[in-house]
């Protein structure tokens, strides 16, 4: 008996190391497939690794040597019987990583073996629409030759035209207004602009000072603190600029906080904002996509208000009249609160 449980115990600490390795092992392949190192791939397949194994945004090895551009390193994961379908947890295949990143040549490889061109992931959006946002126009020629929806709408209204304009790209734009393109359903609201998604959701970059400090939100704790998200390009956020310094001046430092979260495509487009009048803490977000994922920003601006405890007030998006009553109102009325507080603590 006791022989028996000696050797189950034996059998038990092997199979852990062994699976400690195999977990081992899939990371190094996620790795050597994000670097397209064909070479490495291969001595690590052999070994046993997973080909199918997910990360913990749910990219496979093929997603990540999409990215990386080798088709070599594409090819093989294939014969090895990667999953060409597979959709990552934004709904994204390796064709549309293959779209959004212009890699072409493995995109029509893909194609061949089956993928959808018309696949859309968890906003709506198309491969097609990538192609667009990224300014691949040899791409977004090519989806469109094999029928991609020209005036298709993701999610929020946007069509491919959409995003190309925010591309700032002609050539793009001309393309696609010499095939009929029209703005999508959100693109009549002139109060807010809807924010572009020109990267992958998996580039998402930490919010951080000009400086390049991580954004903290607990340092302004004690105080109410409006969150201000902008973009340089966005109209309805220059028209804010007045209301937001008058409103800044009023309610002071001591109780009250303005943080304005910068989400263009490059930091040299927040830094040279950093001579506006606005009396503000001023971060930068790379593209948006971490303002989207922690607060919900999909258009600009959005204004999201905190109480002293850090607490979620209001959100209101876009700008109008309407709005900035809201925001003079309860801004106002949280800062008197915070007051209070600290007087309370006294």
């Given amino acids: 008996m006791r022989r028996r ?18 977990v081992d092992q899939n ?15 291969e001595h690590i397949v052999a070994n046993g690794a997973d080909v199918n194994t997910r990360d913990h945004l749910s990219s496979t090895p093929l997603h990540a040597a999409v990215r990386s551009g080798s088709l070599e390193a594409v090819r093989l994961l294939v014969d090895e019987g990667a999953n060409i379908y597979a ?12 779209a959004a990143d212009g890699q072409l040549e493995i995109l029509k490889y893909l194609q061949e073996l089956g993928c ?7 906003e709506g959006i198309s491969a097609f629409m990538w192609a667009c946002a990224n300014n691949h126009y040899e791409t977004a020629a090519y989806l469109l030759e094999q029928g991609a929806e020209l005036n298709q709408e993701d999610l929020r209204g946007r069509t491919a035209l959409d995003f190309a304009t925010r591309t700032g790209s002609q050539e793009l734009r001309h393309l696609l207004a010499s095939k009929g393109a029209k703005h999508g359903s959100s693109s009549g609201d002139t109060e807010y602009a809807v924010r572009p998604i020109p990267v992958s959701p998996q ?4 919010i951080v000072s000009l400086d390049g400090d991580l954004l903290e939100l607990e340092q302004f704790r004690g105080r109410a ?13 220059v028209d804010a600029e007045t209301f937001l310094t008058s409103l800044a001046g009023e309610l002071g430092h001591e109780h009250f906080a303005m943080v304005a979260i910068n989400g263009d495509d490059r930091v040299e487009k927040a830094r040279d904002l950093t001579g506006s009048p606005w009396p503000t803490n001023i971060y930068y977000d790379a593209h948006g996509i971490s303002s989207e994922r922690l607060f919900g920003v999909d258009r600009y601006p959005t204004f999201v208000l905190l109480d002293h405890t850090g607490k979620t007030i209001t959100v209101n998006k876009g700008w109008s009249e309407a709005v900035s009553t809201i925001l003079q109102r309860e801004t106002r009325k949280a800062a008197r609160k915070a007051r209070k507080n600290t007087n309370a603590r006294r």
């Fill in 225 to 237: 603190t409006l969150l201000v998200f902008y973009a340089s390009w966005c109209q309805p956020c």
């Fill in 87 to 98: 959709a990552d947890g934004f709904g994204w295949t390796a064709l549309m990583v293959a």
């Fill in 203 to 206: 580039a998402a970059q930490p």
């Fill in 27 to 41: 990371q190094a392949l996620m790795k050597a497939a994000g670097a397209g190192d064909r070479v490495a791939l």
């Fill in 5 to 22: 449980l000696c050797l189950a115990w034996v059998l038990a600490v092997v199979s852990m190391a062994s699976a400690d390795s195999l």
């Fill in 116 to 122: 959808d061109v018309m696949v859309r992931d968890k």
